[in-house]
C-alpha cells in the first residue's frame, strides 16, 4: 500500500509573510526521509502507511504551532497499491503533455 498526502499548513495570524513558518512544516517533512516534494500551495509526502504518512503531518503542524497559536490545515489523500507514484503520476502527465500517451 501507498499513500500519498498533499497538505498546506497555514500560520493563522502572523500576517501574509507565512514563509518562514510554512518552512517549519516543510523542513519536518524533509527531515523525515519519506519521498517528498513541495510547490507553491502544497507539500505532497509518500508513505508506505497511514500512519506513517499522517505522523509526518502532525509533527509539521506541531512545528508550526511551537510558533503560532493557530493554525490552519488542509489535507488530501489517495491510498492505493503500489510505490513511487509520487513521480509516477507527474511523469504520466509530462508524457501525455508530450504527445506520447501512456
Known amino acids: 500500500m501507498s499513500v500519498l ?18 518552512a517549519e512544516a516543510v523542513r519536518v517533512v524533509r527531515e523525515s526521509g519519506l519521498p517528498n516534494r ?25 512545528a508550526v504551532e511551537r510558533r503560532c497559536s493557530r493554525v490552519s490545515l488542509v489535507l488530501k489523500a489517495d491510498a492505493r497499491a503500489g510505490q513511487g507514484r509520487l513521480d509516477a503520476k507527474v511523469a504520466s502527465i509530462e508524457r501525455h503533455l508530450a504527445g506520447q500517451g501512456s
Open 38 to 62: 513541495t510547490d507553491a500551495m502544497f507539500t505532497t509526502i509518500e508513505g508506505e502507511s497511514w500512519d506513517e504518512v499522517l505522523d509526518v503531518v502532525k509533527k509539521a503542524v506541531a
Open 5 to 22: 498526502v498533499a497538505f498546506s499548513v497555514t500560520p493563522i495570524g502572523k500576517g501574509e509573510d507565512v514563509g518562514e513558518l510554512v
